[in-house]
């Protein structure tokens, strides 16, 4: 076999950009060329923060690859990331497979502390379980197929996917008939290799795995930690290249203050098949002030990640989406939450439902209070609407006569402590009023009840849920289905 190189040097890091240099030197038939990109790529310990403009420049360094492969008259195309190293042996066992398309598996935390999961899947974004169209499995059934379809790709073998990335070999009778990274139009999934998998499946080819030398990533700084292990498991150092340069006074990136003095606004939510109510309303509110979004979406099954993407583009998100859904013990859901929050280095959190809203003059005004340094919480009234312009008033429904707690400094110096129920655990540790903490009067609209058949729906899950109201107050449940209750118009 004969090799060809292609770098895109997308490099902000000028160590980076030497050391492909140095490689060119040494390795004939190498080509790099410059991306001419400025846009900065955010990465730590905790995670990779992506976004649209970056998922589709990559996609279209990928595209430049395959029509370089093309052109050059390459029988195949390797694709592979830049934090991944390889067993000396891996192109020739992808080639050896004779398949079209084929990625060699590598495993990842993809959140710290977190189990590692392939970077291979069965269906649709990344689903890890066995499921025809249309069958209903129990939570029961997915968590087994689920460890049975990882236990597969423990063994040693070449298994059939539904989508792959990262470590993809092409072949060129792919690469002709049209496979490619561009977005489908009428595809939501994020991700360009999800694109490209689709596109692939449509054109007639089937996607597989290689697990016999799984590559490592080095997804994380921490992960370095793990190379030489590595090294020594696969028998040799595979050619890496002067690694320690790299590792000499690292450059880190983190996620912070937009400007210097100033106060970072993380806004945090759950959601889960948002697209048709008010997430769109919401965040066009709330980008008005935020810094920053944590969205941990469980289990979606609509268009409630693409709107989050689309009305916050251009500010940073770290969005989680949960294969199986936590809200039936809401407990591990806002700890959940709440750690994938403090991975952004947060300085004050706002935490929010998908269908609340401040008043309008909120915008003008969070500042005000976020700048201050004598209180590290405020608490709101948040007011229940039954329709567009009138909010609840009777005895079963006063929420906007309390003050809630919905803004919060974090403070990594005091050991928040959480109210263990399966539903009602509060969205914040329910130690937070042991902070320094102060009532708003700037109020906060709560549009979840404001349609009938929302109603219904939280009617209907709050009685299976918690039909004897342990976590609740069944009363007021039951009074969902008032007929006609007593509504107080809005005044802005």
């Known amino acids: 076999m004969e090799f060809g190189y292609f770098f895109i040097d997308d490099n902000q890091d000028d160590r980076a950009s030497r050391l492909l240099g140095e490689f060119a030197k040494r390795v004939e038939r190498t080509t790099i060329q410059p991306s001419n990109k400025r846009d900065e790529y955010i990465r730590n310990d905790y995670t990779h923060s992506w976004n649209e403009q970056l998922v589709w420049k990559v996609a279209d360094f990928k595209n430049l690859m395959i029509q370089h492969a093309i052109d050059e008259k390459y029988d195949y195309l390797f694709l592979v990331d830049s934090d991944l190293l390889l067993h000396s042996e891996t192109v020739e066992q992808l080639i050896a497979s004779e398949k079209d398309i084929i990625s060699e598996i590598f495993w990842t935390s993809w959140q710290t502390n977190s189990m590692p999961e ?3 899947w069965l ?22 197929r689920y460890e049975l379809f990882k236990s597969q790709l423990k ?42 998998c689709v596109r692939a499946s449509a054109l007639g080819y089937s996607l597989h795995v290689d697990t016999h030398f799984p590559a490592y990533h080095i997804y ?11 090294k020594q498991e696969t028998g040799g150092d595979h050619g890496l290249l002067d690694i320690e340069l790299l590792l000499d006074s690292p450059k880190k990136v983190t996620i912070s203050s937009t400007k210097k003095g100033r106060e970072k606004l993380t806004l945090t939510m759950v959601v889960k098949n948002e697209g048709n109510r008010y997430l769109r309303r919401v965040l066009e509110e709330h980008r008005k002030y935020i810094d920053e979004a944590v969205i941990i979406d469980d289990g979606s099954t609509d268009n409630t990640v693409d709107i989050c993407l ?4 251009g500010i940073p998100v770290r969005l989680i989406s949960n294969g199986i859904s936590k809200f ?12 994938e929050t403090l991975k952004t280095d947060p300085d004050w959190i706002l935490n929010l ?19 201050q340094d004598e209180a590290h919480m405020f608490c709101f009234r948040l007011y229940d609407f039954w329709n567009e312009n009138e909010y609840r008033d009777d005895h079963l429904w006063r929420s906007h006569l309390t003050y809630r707690p919905f803004l919060i400094r974090y403070q990594n110096d005091f050991v928040y402590k959480w109210k263990e129920t399966p539903q009602h655990c509060g969205r914040f540790p329910e130690n937070v009023f042991e902070i320094p903490h102060r009532l708003s009067e700037l109020r906060l609209k709560h549009y979840g009840w404001a349609q009938p058949e929302h109603r219904l729906e939280k009617y209907h899950r709050y009685m299976q849920l918690d039909p004897d109201g342990i976590y609740g107050w069944k009363e007021q449940y039951v009074s969902i289905l008032d007929d006609n209750p007593k509504l107080i118009p809005w005044i802005e």
């Not at 039936?328 to 750690?339: A, G, I, S």
């Open 123 to 144: 269906r649709d974004e990344y689903t890890l379980w066995e499921q025809q169209r249309g069958e209903k499995l129990t939570d029961e059934e997915i968590a087994k």
């Open 118 to 120: 392939p970077q291979v």
């Open 353 to 371: 439902d998908a269908d609340e809203m401040f008043e309008s003059k909120f915008a003008l005004e969070i500042r005000q209070l976020i700048q």
């Open 220 to 230: 994380r700084e921490s992960d370095f930690a793990g190379v030489e292990a590595f």
């Open 328 to 339: 039936n013990n809401e407990v591990d859901l806002r700890k959940q939450q709440w750690e």
């Open 155 to 196: 063994v040693p073998g070449v298994y059939e996917v539904g989508g792959l990335g990262a470590c993809t070999l092409i072949s060129r009778q792919a690469m002709l008939c049209g496979v490619n990274f561009k977005p489908i139009k009428n595809l939501s999934f994020w991700g360009e290799d999800r694109h490209f």
């Open 310 to 313: 689309d009305v916050l583009k």
